[in-house]
Nanobody
Framework: EVQLVESGGGLVQPGGSTRLSCAAS????????MSWVRQAPGKGLEWVSG????????NYADSVKGRFTISRDNAKNTVYLQMNSLKPEDTAVYYC??????????WGQGTQVTVSS
């Protein structure tokens, strides 16, 4: 059974930091590109960041560039999102997903991040 389990969300003060984790199982993690996608209250899905299967290529949305860092550990089947200098507009449910050509992506259940004082 394929599983993506996000963790690390919670309440963070503006300007603070947190790290999200997404633990994968049930598929060959090292062959999949991974992304983080978020959904703010009342809004649609927004792609945040992506990383290639071996970790050599990373990309970021302009809204998070310079503040967030995506990484992965293929030995642990886990992808991370380090989030620094958080803003209230970063408040959202954060989802990880796994992508490979010619197959639909896998999605996690999401983790809530709330940035508020």
């Amino acid at each position: 059974e394929v599983q993506l389990v996000e963790s690390g969300g919670g309440l963070v003060q503006p300007g603070g930091s947190t790290r999200l984790s997404c633990a994968a199982s049930g598929f060959t993690f090292r062959t999949y590109a991974m992304s983080w996608v978020r959904q703010a209250p009342g809004k649609g899905l927004e792609w945040v960041s992506g990383i290639s299967s071996r970790g050599g290529i990373t990309n970021y949305a302009d809204s998070v560039k310079g503040r967030f860092t995506i990484s992965r550990d293929n030995a642990k089947n886990t992808v991370y999102l380090q989030m620094n200098s958080l803003k209230p507009e970063d408040t959202a449910v954060y989802y990880c997903n796994a992508q490979i050509r010619f197959s639909p992506p896998y999605w996690g259940q999401g983790t809530q991040v709330t940035v508020s004082s």
